[in-house]
């Protein structure tokens, strides 16, 4: 089994955070899409509900009222934790791709300072 340098783990964290962004993205998106068909079902099954912000609160007895109610409730669950992760993984991620600034430039002036100590030195 092969070592794995401080540089290299901090480019696979920050690949996986990356990937865990963007899954983040995605449960935001899928949300959006069950929030705005939940509004849009529970408007086209009963004319003119009653509304607690965005929650119908009185309808018709139909059973598309309840479908419109859980992906209204849903997408916006997903929306609000879907923002709460990317960010949280954006913030992560910043985290990791600092580090690893800080350790290539210090791997950088180590190479530099390696360059320089080993110039064959000219005799006179």
Known sequence: MKAMS???????KAEES???ETLAYLMFLAG?????????????????PEWFLFIP??????????????LIISGFTLIVFGMAAGL???????????????????EELSLKRNKRNKKPRRRT
């Open 32 to 48: 959006a899409i069950f929030f705005v068909g939940g509004i849009i079902e529970t408007l086209s099954l009963t004319g003119n």
């Open 57 to 70: 609160y009185h309808t018709e007895p139909l059973a598309g009222a309840v479908l419109g109610l859980a």
């Open 88 to 106: 949280s993984r954006s913030r992560a991620r910043s985290w990791y791709m600092q580090e690893l600034r800080k350790a290539t430039s210090l």
């Open 6 to 12: 401080f540089r290299d783990y901090l480019h696979e």
């Open 18 to 20: 990356r990937h865990n």
